[in-house]
């Protein structure tokens, strides 16, 4: 009688357990189903194109902000040798720190407009 009693006890716990891997299973494709269209084929992705364009091109306005500051940059360096012809290896290292300051920002801004025109 023993060995029925176990077999009883473990024939329902076989049970839940296959019925809980049931629920799992449509625990998981119910949630499958919610899962945004990148993962999901039924559902059509809109691409909202018009918006990345816009993004781009007002991040690249910032490229004109970075050649107006290298303007800047170079027309201080001509007054200030023009005011002091003996600082003028000085202020040119400067000049070229700053340059390649700005430099670095209009390429980090062209990097940002193109992950922008390509993002959905």
């Known amino acids: 009688t023993t060995i029925t009693t176990t077999s009883t006890r473990s024939a ?23 899962i945004p269209s990148t993962f999901n084929n039924n559902q ?8 990345s364009v816009l993004g781009a091109a007002i991040a690249v306005v910032a490229v004109g902000g ?3 500051g ?4 170079f027309a201080a360096l001509v007054v200030g040798i ?3 012809p003996s600082m003028k290896e000085d202020l040119f290292t400067y000049t070229l720190i700053g340059m390649g300051f700005l430099e670095f ?4 801004v062209i990097l940002i407009a193109g992950v922008l025109l390509y993002s959905e």
């Open 66 to 68: 970075c050649a107006q």
């Open 105 to 108: 920002l209009a390429i980090l």
């Open 12 to 34: 329902p716990n076989m049970m839940v357990k296959s019925s809980s891997s049931s629920n799992n299973t449509s625990l998981l494709s119910s949630v499958y189903r919610n």
């Open 70 to 73: 290298i303007g800047q940059l």
């Open 82 to 84: 023009a005011r002091n």
């Open 44 to 51: 059509q992705q809109i691409r909202c194109a018009g918006t």
